[in-house]
């Protein structure tokens, strides 16, 4: 049946094939913050130049390439047509719009300031972009280098070791220890069938499904998250981009005209570790009784000194989100350096590895080899 012919029978059965491609494109398509940056900074300009809202929704909407926002701004402007609030529309897509992104929109609208508030939500997400792509990146160099460094020892183990095994039994030599290890490695590899392997296999993923559901417990995250804050190397890292995502969302929230307690709430539904959250969750609390920022986030042992120091002298100059713009700019820099210098320290890391890995293989073939020269 051709192409036609099928559209004509599926539409004489009720369906719509057009209709049913676009679905499945917007379930497929996935919200990057690169597309909600790029839509805001759009959006901003057309508003900032006189164009009335819907044309600039209706607009964007026709040049949007990702289905899923591409629907979800159709009907956006749909309901701005009809009279209905940008932010209350929004709320209808919680997919593709969260929490921050709708509360700046709302700040935006009742202070009349749209256009600034889009402009400086598209700025603040490229930061967050830009900061994630950096440690994604700094990330994919070990995983790599590790793959291909198992791979290596895996094929050298299964393929090469068998060789010499069989030429260490001819001579008859005492094996040295490694020399057994590494053959009973070997050995477990290529036995067939595989049912050694199935059970180890199945072990480690029996533990990746107990980890899983460990860490979906709320004692559980907020366990692996305060392990993950100590980290070495990565510790320091993971602090600093909490930090920094904080302060330039806090900040941006206060600067829109968002109140601090739904500001705090949504900072700490994005902060991206349970420990920061209970942290500024504490600090939201104290704040309704009265107390201060600075002070009930220093008693959460999770934010640096220099943090909340910066941020008590906020408090008392009375600009804190300046000064909480301020400080997310300068944990945005460490955190660019601390990439850097994660990035430095893996280099030689892996190599060690890398070479101990290899290493290892060639000294347990050696290894018999120098106790037959000795005995000769």
């Given at each position: 049946m051709t192409t036609n012919k099928l559209k004509t029978h599926s539409r004489k059965q009720g369906f719509d094939i057009k209709k049913i491609e676009e679905d499945i494109n917007v379930a497929l398509a996935q919200i990057t913050v690169k597309d909600l940056a790029i839509f805001a900074r759009?959006?901003?300009?057309?508003?900032?130049?006189?164009?009335?809202?819907?044309?600039?929704?209706?607009?964007?909407?026709e040049q949007c390439d990702n289905a899923r926002l591409k629907r979800a701004l159709t009907t956006i402007r749909a309901d701005v047509e009809e009279g209905n609030a940008l932010s209350e529309s929004m709320r209808k897509f919680p997919e593709v719009f969260d929490m921050l992104f709708i509360s700046m929109v709302s700040a935006g609208e009742v202070g009349g300031v749209l256009d600034e508030?889009?402009?400086?939500?598209?700025?603040?997400?490229?930061?967050n972009h830009k900061t994630e792509s950096e440690i994604k990146s700094a990330m994919s160099y070990p995983k790599t280098v590790l793959f291909i460094a198992l791979a290596v020892f895996f094929a050298m183990t299964i393929f090469l070791l068998p060789t010499f095994a069989g030429i260490f039994e001819q001579i008859g030599t005492e094996l040295p220890m490694f020399t057994v290890i590494m053959l009973s490695i070997s050995d477990f590899c290529?036995?067939?069938?595989?049912?050694?392997?199935?059970?180890?296999?199945?072990?480690?993923?029996?533990?990746?499904?107990?980890?899983?559901?460990?860490?979906?417990?709320?004692a559980g995250r907020l366990a692996m998250d305060k392990i993950f804050l100590k980290l070495p190397l990565f510790g320091p890292l993971i602090e600093k981009s909490a930090v920094a995502r904080f302060?330039?969302?806090?900040?941006?929230?206060?600067?829109?005209?968002?109140?601090i307690m739904n500001s705090l709430e949504i900072v700490r539904d994005v902060a991206g570790n349970q420990a920061i959250a209970n942290?500024?969750?504490?600090?939201?609390?104290?704040?309704?009784?009265?107390g201060l920022i600075s002070l009930a986030l220093q008693e959460g042992n999770v934010f640096p000194n220099l943090a909340i120091q910066m941020i008590a002298i906020g408090e008392e100059s009375g600009e804190l989100d300046k000064m909480?713009?301020?400080?997310?700019?300068?944990?945005?820099?460490?955190?660019?350096?601390a990439v850097k210098g994660l990035t430095s320290a893996l280099e030689p890391m892996m190599i060690v590895v890398v070479g101990g890995i290899v290493a290892s293989v060639l000294l347990s073939m050696y290894l018999p080899m120098f106790k037959v020269f000795e005995s000769l």
């Open positions: 759009q959006f901003a300009a057309m508003f900032n130049a006189g164009i009335a809202m819907a044309r600039c929704l209706s607009v964007l909407s508030v889009l402009e400086r939500l598209a700025v603040m997400m490229e930061k290529t036995t067939w069938p595989p049912i050694p392997q199935a059970i180890v296999i199945g072990s480690l993923f029996a533990l990746s499904l107990a980890y899983q559901a460990f860490y979906k417990t709320p302060c330039t969302i806090f900040g941006s929230l206060t600067r829109a005209g968002v109140p942290a500024i969750e504490h600090a939201r609390n104290e704040i309704q009784q009265g909480l713009m301020k400080v997310g700019a300068f944990y945005e820099t460490e955190v660019e350096e």
